[in-house]
DNA sequence: ATGAAAGCGCTAACAA
DNA sequence: TTGTTAGCGCTTTCAT
């Protein structure tokens, strides 16, 4: 490797000590200006940049941060993940990226990698099997070593820390008000997340509403993998004479629409379809998917600077009380509703 | 900030010399089994896991990969960034996202900021500006410095580095070829990537097959903003009596084959359409979307593999030859095509 | 079998 | 105004 330009070298080119030179760097008013320049110029000229190693290794602080998520295919994730990026670079921080793939291993071998002084904090949602299994422990150790953890989306109320979630059980209040209001007696909802927390949330919030209206049903079809089960859904849609979908997932709601489509049946006319995630599926389907917006951008730049004020203003003595922001939903109107 | 573990401590507690201990750790030969269980024995009660930033400073090496995407939200990225991140973990080596969202300054930034000992090499595909505006020194520049570098998708043949790219010309040849096949005579070919290396290439293919056959003419539409334009689409698809569409990216096709849907055409009987990239649109598409797959994940995978090869077989004196590899493309056919 | 010491590149308190 | 020194946590060569 071609050396890169160290302190040291610049330190002897120019006969001054390493301390001067890191000094000048800095323009420290103890240093005269006529040094100050002679030391810029030669810094320039080697395009000398300080090692990020060694800054860190002294300071204690690596100006990075570790963003733990479940899967990236999912459209949801990869807009928090781009609104986490643009927050953290925009403030000077970069970040590590790991992708846990649902598996509470790799989540704990991911955070036990970081955790040694890699990254000044963490920003995360948990995996699907750690929601199953409930063993949050390792998240409990980093907290005690004082790292910071931003939760979002995916959440435990049994770990002390600042969180980010999406208000899912009112988005799908809504959701539901909205199609019965538009007429919906027969509603279905899909969903392939029943296991995660924001999953039972959402089904929550839709049978809330549905308990407290007259003439309303609501069923509920829990589905494994969408590809394999089509068929389960298509005579689950003919069957049950549905009205009204709500997917509470991505791709369920798509997938729901297009067997609708697929059986003839008029879209919003006879069935109306409302989803969740404003993603790539919802803006490019057919018809255009009505769905709750979780505003994952802005989800991922609020956990970003949760995280960054804790990180920047280092209280700690005082005991930081951990806060958890909500998210509002929209709900998006288009063209699978009436 | 609780305490970490260190050397220095355990090697306090038990009356051993720090190097003692780190020869412990690492069941050197020269130190006796007593002091080796010893040793591991309280490490292991405190968890000691040693500095990372320290070693890494210490060894010049961070087993650390940069990994600069021109974008998150488009599925192909997202895929070859999951792609990266599985052989990468695999072997032990972590990487750092950063989003040059298409702009050449944030990829300067960001490559500047990372290659100064913060990461051992670099997988990037170009920013749409970069290509545009051809700049290509900061590439040049850590080159020399031997760090290595990996391009994908978006290439340059000026840079001489490895690459791993997608065989786009004969991909949409194969495309082509296809809807001729199946009897279309009038084909679109849809883009909002004219400016791209890949989409200039996507287009020389199917200028090819149709200019050596006769009785099938071609006609281009490109496109900037798909959302803002779809009306230009409609009218161009209804003027120009077009029976097939080759969209050049993925949501090219999707958005096309929407607006047929919309214009009351049936799909694939009144037209075809294909789309590049295999992402969640087109498997949810409706109907289901024929689509070139550049299998996002090999390529990932395969330029991780090509990166650690490079960085394991550290071969500073002899002349490496960069090389370039292609991925071939496959096409999957599902129910826009006859 | 164990330890001392130098050094990776930098910062910062303290001396001169 | 500049320089000396110690130290961040670790590895490794060279004593002992």
Redesign the pocket.
């Known amino acids: 490797m071609r050396k890169?330009v160290?302190?040291?070298q610049l330190s002897k080119e120019l006969?001054?000590?390493?301390?001067?030179v890191?000094?000048s760097?800095k323009n420290d008013?103890?240093?005269?200006k006529?040094?100050i320049n002679r030391v810029h110029e030669l810094a320039n000229f080697y395009n000398y940049k300080?090692?990020a190693l060694?800054?860190s290794?002294?300071?204690?602080k690596t100006n990075t941060i570790g963003v733990l998520l479940p899967e990236i295919l999912n459209h949801f994730y990869a807009k928090v993940l781009f609104g986490i990026e643009q927050e953290a670079s925009k403030r000077g921080y970069r970040i590590v990226t790991c992708i846990t793939d649902e598996s509470y291993k790799k989540e704990l071998e991911y955070l036990e990698m970081l955790n040694h002084s890699s990254v000044d904090g963490f920003i995360l949602a948990l995996s699907q099997e750690t929601q199953i299994l409930n063993k949050l422990d390792h998240f409990k150790d980093i907290l005690k070593d004082e790292i910071p953890i931003v939760m979002f989306d995916r959440v435990s109320e049994e770990v002390d820390c600042d969180k980010v979630i999406v208000d899912d059980k009112d988005a799908s209040k809504r959701a539901i008000k909205y199609l019965i209001d538009t007429g919906s007696k027969k509603i279905a909802v899909i969903s392939t997340i029943f296991d995660l927390s924001v999953g039972k949330l959402r089904l929550e919030g839709a049978l809330d509403i549905v308990s407290q209206t007259k003439g309303v049903t609501l069923m509920e079809l829990p589905i494994k993998n969408l590809e394999a089960e089509e068929k389960k859904i298509e005579s689950f849609l003919k069957n049950n004479h549905i009205d009204a979908v709500l997917g509470l997932d991505e791709a369920a709601a798509a997938v729901a629409m297009n067997i609708a489509n697929k059986l003839g049946y008029k879209i919003p006319q006879e069935i109306s379809v409302i989803g969740f995630t404003d993603g790539l599926l919802a803006k490019h389907s057919y018809p255009k998917l009505t769905t709750v917006s979780q505003h994952a951008e802005k989800l991922g730049a609020s956990a970003a600077q949760m995280l960054l004020e804790r990180l920047e203003n280092n209280v700690p003595k005082i005991k930081y009380k951990a806060k958890t922001e909500i998210v509002k939903t929209s709900l998006i109107l288009r063209d699978s509703t009436k």
Do not use: H
């Open positions: 890169k160290t302190l040291k006969n001054l000590s390493i301390s001067t890191s000094k760097l008013p103890e240093i005269s006529k040094t300080p090692n060694a800054v290794l002294k300071n204690s």
